[in-house]
């Protein structure tokens, strides 16, 4: 049975999702091949994309991820985007199992009149951008305005915040990139508004270790009602930027300037909590406010997008059907992650989350319920990529690529230098 034979499973995406689902199978399966397929040029997805260059300690499970590269067992194939380069049912031909991990990567508009000004950005844009995500590496926000405001009040909201307030020079020994460093030390941005449209007790950022909600709600009812002390009153003065967090606002418009050619502010409607518990929502009382600014952020949620016609998709929920990680009926198809629960939590919840989809697809293997017989693996989808022109990356070559940034990097005291440019790399890669 393929309990006793090799069975040869494929992860798409590589991601804290595509990595622990990765390390569960190898851990609890003697025998288990996993490869994963990332379209990236590079590992760890929005750990290396998403999370903030000043929260280097939050990086460290790149270290546990290498290790699982590192199995004689595991595989990375980098530069392979699935449902364009390979399809899922071609996929599933292959292996005894596919598990989708492909994450979250769109963002979810706004739906206002605006939106399209130059001058605002998804906030998932702007992190690709100080981050080093190719696609984003030619954004240049323009930061030479007094006043910036981030719709939505998450922590990616705050992230963003807390670059645009950072003074650049406490960024200059992070892996943030040199052409984000540089569009920084420009900016003149003296004002960020925080904006949500929901009160105090319903904001969704999360505290680094899961202490109570109480605990946040008293941080910042003490913060914002207060009188600062003679100390803290004489730093706030001081200091050269200022931010805030307006609470039951809901963006209604983004304001053009008297040319149209960019945003000069954005109309926000005042909103109050109706219902109670779960059911309470943010309503219209009917008044607006003009907030004026010259850069506009909206960070109000990612989005994960279908992969392949083949693949059942709810478009309202954002999330591949699945129980407990099983794709709805799909036999043989799993998901983790983001794509399984929609885009928020941090590592360590997906990290549960994707070693329990390990556990029901092992569970089925060992009930018989995956397709008996060999599998051929990675020689098939090879074999088809390679007739398609496709030329994917190894983990060895990711290895070359990191020891180029961390050199790099070594000149000016940063961690590492983010290649930016996937012609460059391949270059590196003697491509
Ligand atoms: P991802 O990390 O997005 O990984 C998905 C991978 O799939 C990517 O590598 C992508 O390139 C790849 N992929 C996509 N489509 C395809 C395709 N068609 N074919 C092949 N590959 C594909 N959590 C914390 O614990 N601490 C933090 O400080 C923190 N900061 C964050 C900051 C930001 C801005 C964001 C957005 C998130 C942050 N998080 C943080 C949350 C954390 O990043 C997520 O919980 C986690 O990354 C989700 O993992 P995932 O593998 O599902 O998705």
């Not at 200022?242 to 502010?265: C, E, H, I, K, Y």
């Not at 016609?309 to 992650?337: A, Q, T």
């Amino acid at each position: 049975s393929t309990q006793e034979q090799t069975p040869q499973i494929c992860v798409v995406g590589s991601g804290p999702a595509g990595f622990y689902t990765a390390q569960h199978l190898l851990k609890h399966h003697p025998r288990a091949h996993v490869d994963i397929f990332e379209k990236q040029l590079v590992p760890f997805g929005l750990v290396r994309f998403g999370v903030a260059p000043d929260h280097p300690e939050v990086k460290n499970v790149i270290n546990t991820f290498t290790q699982t590269a590192h199995s004689d067992r595991c595989a990375f194939h980098g530069n392979v985007v699935v449902g364009r380069d390979v399809t899922v049912p071609e996929l599933r031909e292959a292996y005894h199992a596919v598990v989708l991990s492909y994450g979250a990567e769109d963002h979810q508009a706004l739906g206002i009149p605006g939106e399209e000004l130059p001058g605002v950005f998804s906030a998932r844009a702007f992190v690709g951008w100080y981050n080093g995500l190719p696609e984003n590496r030619e954004l240049a926000p323009d930061l030479s305005c007094d006043t910036a405001v981030i719709l939505g009040q998450g922590n990616v909201a705050l992230d963003v915040a807390r670059i645009l307030l950072t003074p650049p020079e406490h960024l200059e020994k992070t892996d943030i990139t040199e052409a984000a460093l540089g569009v920084l030390r420009q900016s003149r941005v003296k004002t960020v508004w925080i904006v949500g449209r929901r009160g105090p007790l319903q904001v969704a950022f999360t505290i680094k270790v899961p202490r109570p909600r109480k605990r946040l709600t008293e941080l910042l009812l003490r913060t914002a009602t207060e009188k600062p002390g003679a100390e803290e009153a004489a730093r706030q003065a001081s200091a050269s930027r200022t931010w805030g967090l307006r609470f039951f606002r809901s963006p209604q418009q983004v304001l053009p300037s008297p040319d149209g050619r960019q945003v000069a502010g954005i109309r926000l409607a005042v909103t109050r909590l109706e219902g109670v518990g779960d059911t309470t929502r943010a309503v219209p009382t009917g008044d607006v406010e003009d907030l004026p600014c010259g850069l506009v952020l909206s960070s109000v949620g990612y989005k994960s997008r279908p992969i392949d016609h083949s693949v059942p998709f709810d478009p309202k929920l954002g999330v591949i059907p699945n129980m407990e990680g099983r794709v709805v009926d799909v036999p043989g198809l799993y998901c983790s992650g983001w794509v399984k629960r929609g885009p928020t939590g941090v590592i360590a919840t997906t990290m549960t989350d994707s070693f329990l989809t390990g556990q029901m697809l092992l569970q089925d293997l060992k009930a018989g319920l995956l397709p008996s017989g060999p599998r051929p693996g990675y020689v098939a989808i090879e074999a088809l990529l390679s007739s398609r022109g496709v030329r994917p990356v190894s983990f060895s070559d990711w290895e070359k690529l990191d020891a180029e940034e961390v050199s790099r990097g070594q000149g000016t005291g940063k961690p590492r230098e983010k290649l930016l440019d996937p012609q460059e790399m391949l270059r590196l890669l003697g491509r």
